[in-house]
């Protein structure tokens, strides 16, 4: 946490540790509340909100790890100063993963709190349906991030995250309504992919640190 908290200034733990996830609860309230329109059903909020927070935490992503696994990152190079400095970088990778999976899970969870608070009946379909958008849309949001990482252009971010979240979610519609596929196994699934590229998203910025290092070495 604390390597965490040195990589990036104070005003922007607050924002995504505390203000970001009350504002994405309170969205949930709102639109379930029927303040925001008419008032939705359980998993939709969930659908819409999963698309929106993926957008924001590809413009999180790009302001503290932009250009990660670039060229011209040089920020990495501060780290082998120290024999800790790659388990630190590490650590920092990995409790940006943990964050974003603790606010899709708080998500949910408030949102699946409010709908009971407001007496909606939430049965196990609904909740299995707010499960695959969830996941969908965190799965989207690895990918999108895997890939910007590569570039330091905040536009070029930008315009990936809506690209991939219009073309995500219309995809995730074409699967629900025209593929016959279960609903565990698209859970399954889902979930074994974002594993798979959360890892990545993870591993390829320490290869870079350690291709770099290495090539130092041989310099």
């Not at 909740?127 to 895997?146: D, K, R």
């Not at 309504?177 to 196994?185: D, G, K, S, T, Y």
Request: net charge positive; glycine share 8%; charged share 10%.
């Amino acid at each position: 946490m604390r390597a965490y908290k040195a990589y990036t200034p104070n005003w922007y733990h607050v924002l995504v540790w505390v203000l970001y996830p009350l504002a994405a609860v309170l969205c949930c309230y709102l639109m379930q509340a029927g303040i925001l329109g008419r008032a939705y059903t359980f998993y939709i909020p969930e659908a819409i909100l999963g698309v929106a927070l993926c957008v924001v935490e590809v413009f999180f992503d790009a302001f503290s790890f932009g250009g990660i696994c670039s060229k011209e990152y040089t920020f990495r190079e501060y780290f082998k100063i120290s024999k800790r400095g790659a388990g630190l970088f590490k650590q920092i990778l990995t409790l940006d993963i943990i964050r974003r999976i603790l606010l899709f899970i708080s998500v949910f969870l408030a949102n699946l709190a409010i709908g009971l608070a407001l007496g909606q009946e939430i049965g196990w379909g609904d909740l299995a349906e707010t499960c695959g958008y969830l996941l969908w849309n965190y799965l989207l949001c690895s990918i999108v991030i895997f890939i910007t990482r590569y570039t330091n252009q905040l536009i070029l971010c930008m315009c990936g995250a809506y690209f991939c979240m219009v073309f995500g979610a219309l995809l995730q519609t074409v699967i629900v309504v025209w593929i016959p596929v279960p609903a565990i196994v698209l859970i399954l699934v889902q979930l074994a992919a974002a594993i798979i590229f959360g890892i990545l998203t993870v591993r390829a910025p320490m290869k870079k640190m350690e291709g770099s290092f290495y090539d130092t070495q041989r310099s």
